[in-house]
T-cell receptor, first 109, second 114 residues
Framework: GQSLEQPSEVTAVEGAIVQINCTYQ??????LSWYQQHDGGAPTFLSY????GLEETGRFSSFLSRSDSYGYLLLQELQMKDSASYFC??????????FGSGTQLTVLP | EADIYQTPRYLVIGTGKKITLECSQT?????MYWYQQDPGMELHLIHY???????EKGDLSSESTVSRIRTEHFPLTLESARPSHTSQYLC?????????????FGPGTRLLVL
């Protein structure tokens, strides 16, 4: 089976940097993805890591360590609009996505 | 960017009614998915399809059924709705074959069964 763990809530102020961690257990591993979901909205794809290291996309970066079964999403220069839920998801041997329970990020002014 | 549509967006219905949630995508994606998500909770895969005439049940047991007669269309049906079916239902699609599994989600259907 597959399981993922991520913090349920994170709070930070505008302009700050926040890191959302994700640890996973999976049978077979192809990659770790991150999705953003605003209240009432659809999840949208943010980033994907298949290999160890850091991937940067604008203010967002994602890191993966396959040996540690660990990854994180780094959000820099936080803005109010970044308040949302962030889900890590692992693509395993079944080539589907298994999602974590999500981290609710609240950005304060 | 994928275009994926779901109707209705909101549905309030009585117990015992039959309902069909529609999902269509215009990108020609082979793979399509249905997820169930309660407020503030994770997404649970309930059905998926890797192409026409291919459907499988997901990790979460569901009393719903799906069909895939056309590539672009993946409807979900509940024969007899119950209050326990109250939830948000999200449809998604992805391109195959791709090493990177990036899923594109529709706006969701919020279902309330009274």
């Amino acid at each position: 089976g597959q399981s993922l763990e991520q913090p349920s809530e994170v709070t930070a102020v505008e302009g700050a940097i926040v890191q959302i961690n994700c640890t996973y257990q999976t049978s077979g591993f192809y990659g770790l993805s991150w999705y953003q979901q605003h209240d009432g909205g659809a999840p949208t794809f943010l980033s994907y890591n298949a290999l160890d290291g850091l991937e940067e996309t604008g203010r967002f970066s994602s890191f993966l360590s396959r040996s540690d079964s660990y990854g994180y999403l780094l959000l820099q220069e936080l803005q109010m609009k970044d308040s949302a839920s962030y889900f890590c998801a692992v693509s395993g041997s079944a080539r589907q996505l298994t999602f974590g329970s999500g981290t609710q990020l609240t950005v304060l002014p | 960017e994928a275009d994926i549509y779901q109707t209705p967006r909101y549905l309030v219905i009585g117990t015992g009614k039959k309902i069909t949630l529609e999902c269509s995508q215009t990108m020609g994606h082979d793979k399509m998915y249905w997820y169930q998500q309660d407020p503030g909770m994770e997404l649970h895969l309930i059905h998926y399809s890797y192409g026409v005439n291919s459907t499988e049940k997901g990790d979460l047991s569901s009393e719903s059924t799906v069909s895939r007669i056309r590539t672009e269309h993946f409807p979900l049906t509940l024969e007899s709705a119950r209050p326990s079916h109250t939830s948000q239902y999200l449809c998604a699609s992805s391109e195959s074959p791709r090493l990177q599994e990036t899923q594109y989600f529709g706006p969701g259907t919020r279902l309330l069964v009274l």
